[in-house]
């Protein structure tokens, strides 16, 4: 019986309550794969035939639908979809049988011949895509012809599948791989028989891996693998190796600690047959909507050569990394954030572990760990607690603050409402309070905490109440005034005495004790904003030129604060004195002696060009605008209180952006008005009138930084390496890219979908596009202090990517010290992308860090261990 359009929508059906033995006639698969109308006999044991529903069907198709409910079934012919309890089933036919619990579903021809409209099953999260369905909806049981699942990582599909329950199913004839192309898949693994439990695990019998479609070697007895949508706890397979130095080595072998949803822990370490060996500590945790971060500690003793010979050594080095990021939304008024990178100042350059080639270039270290809270108080009450490092590799000086308190009172208007507009000298009149506090300690990487290191550290104090106000003058000056107080509190100070059993020298005596000093000064300036336009009429290309020139003028005095200044005799005579501040060297600086009257010149330019638009043709196309400079800015001051030397050196400094924002020049440069004696110290002649030109340049520098790419019009900005940075180094590659050896399935290069790359290919590889970026930087150092007249610093640096194919990449850096005459860091990196599979090359082929690595494996981190990993890690020599 067929239905009308009208009938069709009614999509319920009684639910009858009599129960009734489930059975399971043969099923003609033939008639289900072709569509054709299925005849099935039922041997029903209950003399009463009921209906077996209990619950509600949903149901359409586009051809036709049948109901008989004499017999209790249902027929769905051409994108036949049914919804029942759990189950969502889609196919070119479906029919069901209530009274037996039976769903059957099938392909159907098109009108070529060709099978379509397979049928797509889901009940809860499980998804099954197959030829043929025969389900049973009341013991849950199922034969699948070709079906095809997604479990994990993992996808398989069967010839047979023979399903017992929600839980288990047996499947004959199976190949399973984590490829994309279920149908034709790069590789696959073949079982005859696979039992699985969704969600929990795959067992296998004997397993051959094919490639292409070519049996390997490469076969297992059985096999077990844990399916699991959360972490499991594992081995983490080692990588082995050799080098000149240390031998044989076993690399990043370990164990994977899957703790809990929100933090986990890898321990790897290495293993030298020379007695060398690295253990590593990696843990990343997160709670959603508050906060993220993760912690890196990395230890390792290497030993060169033997014991007894002469160029035998031993260093132990370490570096402990911790980032640690708060959600914006986790709390509006605190927030608590680290980024840490410490340990052995040559671990960079020492070690063998070798997380970034580059960071060996690394000179200096930074970490700081802070917390800040505000109070909505009124006035607004601003806290902060943090904690600081910069240390130098080279020199192995530390400098640290344990720790650093901040706090200030949000500016209070005294003589204007708090809702009213604040105009005029005396509305404006505003002052606030800071705070800042310090422990500060240095110290050099042997003594990094020791008890040494927290004997010299100096602590202090600093309060500080700014008072100032601001105006309109004749309304086209803005004129500032401000007056500072400061109150500082120390708890180091010095003594200096004669020492008279060596003459002319100093006993220095580090006194521990509160002290205090106060001062105080006033500053104001004036500064207007001038335009300029110079026109060229609307039908030359540079229609105008617009110039911006903001001149200011500032006055600042500092009164004398000699009464913290006290005097000592440097001779046995007692006849020649020195003066000395016990305030010397202090946190927050020393007070002043000598009184000044300071003023200081400003003049800031910009150059803006309105050009005509030549790409657009209409009537109404408006000009574009062009920046020319960016800054062009002079700087100097007069010391009006000084004896000698009145004037500073003038400072000058520039910035632009050429070929369209793409690549950025900064140029700055330090002229001095004042001659120079023949010992190179400055003396109050100027240099004109010493035979020399107008201002005598000391110091220069240029700066480019060019990035360009295929698809960005502004240039790569996107291509940012996290490791490295956080190594202490550069984000871009220029001095090479992180090549993390603890999981080499990650890419060197940024990661994009393998379908937007054939959307690129444009149908072939002579039509395909060929993404590409290039960055280059150029640095230019002149100096001239003491008239030698030389470039103290001349490099380039450029590194780029390149799409030689949809899936082959190529990437470099590398440059090259004028200066030095020398190559600088290079690197060479080659990828393929195999689909499920990755193959690099990573290239370093000459200087202090020659290294090649080779890499062919399973993305997948189900089949991880699935690998070939070779490398020459460099020799490295310790220092």
Known sequence: MKLSA??????????PSEKQKDTIPPVNKDSLVEGKEINITVNDTNKKKTNKLDATIRRNAEDYEKLDQVNGEIELYNKAELYYKDIELKSGIIK????????????????????????????????????????????????????????????????????????????????????????????????????????????????????????????????????????????????????????????????????????????????????????????????????????????????????????????????????????????PNSRFSASVNLGSSRYYQNSLSLDNVGSRLNNQLYSSVSYSKTFQTVPQVNFSLSATHNQNTQTQEINMTLPTLQASVDRIFPFAPADAPKK?????????????????????????????????????????????????????????????????????????????????????????????????????????????????????????????????????????????WDTYRIDATGTKYEDYTRFENGLFGAPGRSYSNVVGIAVNNTFEAKVRNDEDDSADAKPKKIMLLNNLNFTTSYDMAADSLKWAPLRVTAGTNLFKEKMNVNFAATLDPYAINNTGQRIDVYNINNGGSLFRMTSANISLNYSISSSDSKGDGKDKNNQTARNGGREDDLFGKANNLNDSRNSMFDEEDIEEKKDKSKGGFYNAELPWNLRLAYSLTYSNNNREN??????????????????????????????????????????????????????????????????????????????????????????
């Open 790 to 879: 030389r470039i103290t610093g001349n490099s380039v640096m450029v590194s780029g990517d390149l799409d030689i194919t949809p899936r082959w990449k190529m990437g470099f850096s590398t440059g090259y010290d004028f200066v030095q005459n020398g190559v600088t860091f290079t690197q060479l990196r080659f990828e393929r992308d195999l689909l499920s599979w990755r193959m690099d090359f990573n290239w370093v082929p000459f200087g202090d860090n020659t290294y090649w690595g080779f890499f062919i494996g399973i993305k997948s981190s189900v089949l991880s261990d699935i690998k070939w990993d070779k490398r020459q890690v460099p020799d490295r020599q310790l220092r």
């Open 96 to 331: 069901m049988k209530y009274n037996t619990n039976e769903i059957f579903a099938g392909r159907i021809k098109d009108s070529l011949g060709n099978y379509s409209q397979y049928p797509y099953f889901k009940q809860g999260t499980n998804v099954v895509e197959a030829d043929s369905i025969h389900f049973n909806t009341k013991t849950k049981k199922a034969r699948i012809w070709n079906s095809k699942t997604d479990q994990g990582e993992f996808r398989i599909k069967g010839e047979i599948t023979k399903r017992e329950n929600d839980s288990v199913y047996y499947i004959k004839g199976a190949r399973f791989t984590t490829s994309k192309n279920i149908d034709n898949p790069e590789y696959y693994f073949y079982t005859d028989k696979i039992k699985f439990v969704p969600g929990k695990k795959v067992v296998v019998g004997v397993t051959n891996m094919w490639i292409a479609d070519v049996p390997t070697p490469l076969a297992l007895p059985f096999a077990f693998f844990p399916m699991s949508d959360k972490a499991e706890s594992g081995l983490l397979i080692p990588t082995f190796g050799n080098n000149n130095r240390q031998g044989y080595f076993l690399q990043n072998g370990g164990y994977y600690f899957a703790l809990s949803d929100y933090y986990d822990l890898a321990v790897t370490g290495d293993y030298y047959t020379n007695g060398s060996y690295g253990l590593r500590f990696q843990s990343t945790y997160a709670n959603r909507y508050n906060y993220n971060g993760n912690v890196y500690i990395r230890f390792e003793n290497i030993i060169t050569s033997e014991r007894g010979l002469p160029d035998y050594s031993k260093t132990r080095s370490y570096n402990i990394q911790w980032t640690h990021t708060q959600d914006a939304k986790a709390n």
């Open 424 to 564: 005029g000298f005396i509305k404006n009149i505003n002052f606030q309070y800071n705070v800042k506090g310090e422990n500060r300690i240095r110290t050099t990487d042997s003594l990094f905490f020791k008890p040494e290191m927290f004997r010299d550290a100096r602590s202090g104090l600093q309060h500080s109440i700014p008072l100032s106000t601001n105006f309109k003058l004749f309304k086209q000056f803005s004129v500032s005034a401000s007056t500072n107080y400061q109150e500082t509190w120390v708890m180091n100070t010095v003594r200096r005495e004669y020492n008279p059993t060596i003459d002319k020298d100093t006993l220095i005596e580090n006194v521990k004790g509160f002290e205090a000093f106060r001062t105080y000064n006033f500053s104001t300036s004036i500064g207007t904003t001038i335009y300029g336009m110079f026109n060229f009429g609307e039908t030359k290309k540079i229609q105008a030129i617009r110039h911006v020139m903001r001149p200011s003028i500032s006055y600042t005095y500092t009164p004398s604060f000699d009464r913290y």
């Open 6 to 15: 009208q009938e069709r929508k009614a999509k319920s059906i009684p639910v």
